[in-house]
């Protein structure tokens, strides 16, 4: 059972430098969701996709952008990163059940 | 805008001990509540969550945590803690069923030998 699946795991970036994390659920969920996690600070919502098209701002979006690529992947880019975006990054997706299922986590270092 | 407070960031406990992992939440609407653990360097997972109906609600894995509205409160328990329980714990909230969770700072619990 894969569920949640994230790449990269690990990614060490200098500032300036853009990537992409990639994500794909293989739940058949329609909701689906980018955190990330800093120590002392929980989860905090960078963007969410309600459903296949449509994407919106959660409580930390400066720096990021989301593509929905259709129901299963939801990609998550920093154009140009910067030091203040070294995190542990997380996908998640949801149904209407109120579970959210977590993939394993990317760890990103911006130098 | 909803908010959730664990005001516990550490809790050391010995093995076989009871614990009680605190969180408040604040909202003006009713809410759906929800305790999610997290293991060294995986995911979180859902441990528990309160929909509806009973209050108190419990995991497959010996957990409780009751939802009282009065209070805002939602504590995890535990009468008896095993070395396997060493996690961080966050709770969360979400206003619509499904979507829009908030989640808590954490608090990292250390089962003692």
């Known amino acids: 059972n894969a569920g949640v699946t994230q790449t990269p795991k690990f990614q060490v970036l200098k500032t300036g430098q853009s990537m992409t994390l990639q994500c794909a659920q293989d739940?058949?969920?329609?909701?689906m969701y980018w955190y990330r996690q800093d120590p002392g600070m929980g989860l905090r919502l960078i963007y969410y996709s309600a459903s296949e098209g449509t994407t919106d701002k959660g409580e930390v979006p400066n720096g990021y952008n989301v593509s929905r690529l259709n129901k299963r992947e939801f990609s998550l880019r920093l154009e140009s990163a910067a030091p203040s975006q070294t995190s542990v990054y997380f996908c998640?997706?949801?149904?209407?059940?109120?579970?959210?299922?977590f993939g394993e986590g990317s760890r990103l270092t911006v130098l | 805008a909803q908010s959730v407070t664990q005001l516990d960031s550490q809790v050391p406990v010995f093995e076989e001990a009871p614990v009680e992992l605190r969180c408040n939440y604040s909202s003006s609407v009713s809410v759906y509540l929800f305790w999610y653990v997290q293991y060294p360097n995986q995911g979180l997972q859902l441990l528990l969550k309160?929909?509806?109906?009973?209050?108190l609600v419990e995991s497959i894995n010996g957990f409780e945590a009751e939802f009282n509205k009065s209070q805002t409160s939602f504590h995890l328990r535990k009468p008896s803690v095993h070395i396997s329980d060493t996690a961080e714990y966050f709770c969360?909230?979400?206003?619509?069923?499904?979507?829009?969770?908030?989640f808590g700072p954490g608090t990292r619990l250390s089962v003692l030998p």
């Open positions: 739940m058949n969920h329609n909701s």
């Open positions: 969360a909230v979400s206003l619509f069923y499904g979507q829009n969770f908030v």
């Open positions: 309160y929909l509806s109906g009973s209050t």
């Open positions: 998640a997706s949801s149904d209407l059940t109120g579970e959210l299922f």
